[in-house]
Nanobody, 115 residues
Framework: QVHLVESGGGLVQPGGSLRLSCAAS????????LGWYRQAPGKQRELVAT???????DYADPEKGRFTISAYNAKSTMYLQMNSLKPEDTAVYYC?????????WGQGTQVTVTT
């Protein structure tokens, strides 16, 4: 089993930056893919970025060039560096880990981009 805990969310002005962290514990060496997803009020959860040993990194189009995903320590720590934030980036951001046909989620961290 893998347990995920996100941190680093907060309130930021448009154009600002935040770095989200995801701490993974448990059987982290079994993880195939780590990812960040987000869910805005009234909208479905959507992919932000993923990182895996086989594929490397991948980003949803709106985040390309603005966000950077990284993972360290045998996938026990994952970050999402978010730059040039926009109001439409406001959402709860979730950490996700996949191995085989199983996945697990963190509890989420709120990111609010507003003046």
């Amino acid at each position: 089993q893998v347990h995920l805990v996100e941190s680093g969310g907060g309130l930021v002005q448009p154009g600002g930056s935040l770095r989200l962290s995801c701490a993974a514990s448990g059987s982290t060496r079994t993880i195939d893919t780590l990812g960040w997803y987000r869910q805005a009020p009234g909208k479905q959860r959507e992919l932000v970025a993923t990182i895996s040993r086989l594929v490397g990194t991948d980003y949803a189009d709106p985040e390309k060039g603005r966000f950077t995903i990284s993972a360290y320590n045998a996938k026990s720590t994952m970050y999402l560096q978010m730059n040039s934030l926009k109001p439409e980036d406001t959402a709860v951001y979730y950490c996700n880990a996949k191995w085989g046909s199983v996945d697990t989620w963190g509890q989420g961290t709120q990111v609010t981009v507003t003046t």
